[in-house]
């Protein structure tokens, strides 16, 4: 079946206003003996829950067939803004490992918006060529968002978005660009400033900003040294470093609220606790095996009314007492090997004003945990070569070979990784 008509979320019937913005990550599979390739798309789409009229589909029918598509909804929160969250993977197999372009639109933005963005519009772009340096298909950064998130307008507050490569690449945000067709208006939020770094900074404002703005931000991945690209059919492509790869949407509502008595966290504003991990931490859970996350946090003035989180779709969420909830996850066999970003706040209520806390986001590996006993493991091997090899190229590419198929059963690229002894007959 052609891509574009499986990716229809929901027939287009009319122009509506529901949007709350997306992500889309994406995990190579398999190269299969006749060059084909798989590919698992995983995306997040937010909007008002009455609506969902916005699709993916590939512009220039060169993105293959769907294997499989599974989708779940659920409703994420209450009035002014609710929104519902579709969470979906597709199975796509192409007939090579050429990049392709994954379109979205559909619709509208929210009503409202001050940087006076309507229509919906984000690209992905899919590369899925052999690398190199890990000897492995290319894997898209990793992130997640949250559909609002908010802040008093008299409140200064850095948003420092979830920023991981499975591939190690330095990981950069910019605004969507419009010359690059990665949307259809792209006045960036005039409340906002962007670092290359991915962190987004507000500072106090006029009440005339409050209310809510479009965030459409484009993350890539560059390589930390130059590296060759390969496709099916041998044709090789040089990366530098200052080359993206990949690129993938970071699209959400960014609320100004109307001012705060205190910006002090703990007493409207929610305060993190101990044992809530950090923000961009990394957890490890075998697959199988359920992880828990705590999460605490206090506000002396206001109510903690509820933790608002996105995450893998079948997370669950448990109500411990006020202020403490735990997040728990059971991964699956087909989840092990890939990483898995975890976003969430903690909202408070006073006169019926809602508050949130920073926004922490952490990211889940799903396989071996490195903080285990070292483990030592013996190689044996032969290498024929047409001329003679130093013996510091055979131990670099031996060292590069195993942490290829390492980072491929789910180890993070920054696992440290050394060869003791080596012996070369």
Excluded at 237 to 242: E, G, L, Q, S, V
Excluded at 281 to 301: D, F, G, K, R, W
Excluded at 328 to 343: A, D, I, L
């Amino acid at each position: 079946m052609p891509l574009p008509l499986l990716l229809l979320l929901l027939v287009c019937s009319s122009q509506a206003s529901h949007y709350h913005g997306t992500v889309m990550t994406y995990y190579p599979k398999n190269t299969n003996a006749d060059g084909s390739m798989t590919v698992e798309l995983q995306y997040n789409l937010n909007f008002h829950c009455s609506l969902d009229i916005t699709s993916w589909t590939c512009p220039s029918n060169n993105c293959g067939t769907v294997s499989s598509e599974v989708a779940h909804s659920v409703t994420k929160d209450s009035s002014p803004f609710e929104w519902c969250q579709r969470d979906g993977i597709i199975s796509l197999e192409g007939p090579t490992n050429a990049p392709f372009q994954l379109l979205l639109s559909g619709g509208d933005w929210i009503n409202f918006i001050r940087n006076s963005i309507g229509s919906v519009k984000a690209v992905t772009l899919v590369e899925l060529r052999n690398r190199s340096d890990t000897n492995q298909a290319n894997r898209s950064p990793q992130t997640n968002i949250l559909a609002v998130v908010r802040v008093p307008s008299n409140c200064p507050r850095d948003f420092n978005l979830l920023t991981f490569d499975p591939d190690g690449d330095q990981v950069k945000c910019r605004y969507a660009n419009s010359t690059l067709s990665e949307c259809d208006q792209c006045t960036p939020p005039s409340v906002l400033n962007l670092s290359t770094s991915c962190t987004l900074s507000f500072s106090p404002t006029d009440s005339i900003n409050e209310g809510p703005w479009a965030v459409q931000l484009v993350m890539e991945d560059f390589p930390t040294q130059n590296i060759t690209l390969t496709q099916t059919d041998g044709v090789q492509t040089t990366i530098t470093t200052n080359n993206a790869i990949s690129k993938i949407p970071l699209q959400f509502v960014f609320n100004v609220d109307r001012a705060v008595p205190s910006c002090t966290e703990g007493l409207y504003l929610p305060k993190f606790l101990p044992p809530t991990p950090d923000n961009r931490a990394q957890l490890y859970t075998p697959v199988n095996q359920t992880l828990e996350i705590s999460i605490n946090a206090t506000a002396n003035i206001s109510m903690i009314s509820d933790l608002l989180f996105s995450g893998p779709y079948n997370m669950n969420q448990t109500t411990l007492g006020a202020g403490q909830f735990i997040l728990s996850w059971t991964p699956s066999e087909n989840q092990t090997g890939k990483s898995h970003p975890v976003c969430f706040v903690v909202q408070a209520v006073f006169n019926s004003v809602t508050y949130q806390s920073e926004l922490r986001c952490v990211i889940v590996n799903v396989g071996y945990d490195p903080y285990l006993i070292p483990i030592f493991v013996g190689l044996k091997m032969k290498v024929s070569a047409l001329s003679s090899l130093s013996e510091d190229y055979i131990i670099d590419n031996i060292i590069k070979v195993v942490r290829a198929e390492m980072l491929s059963q789910g180890v993070p690229s920054d696992f440290p990784l050394s060869l003791i002894r080596a012996k070369l007959v």
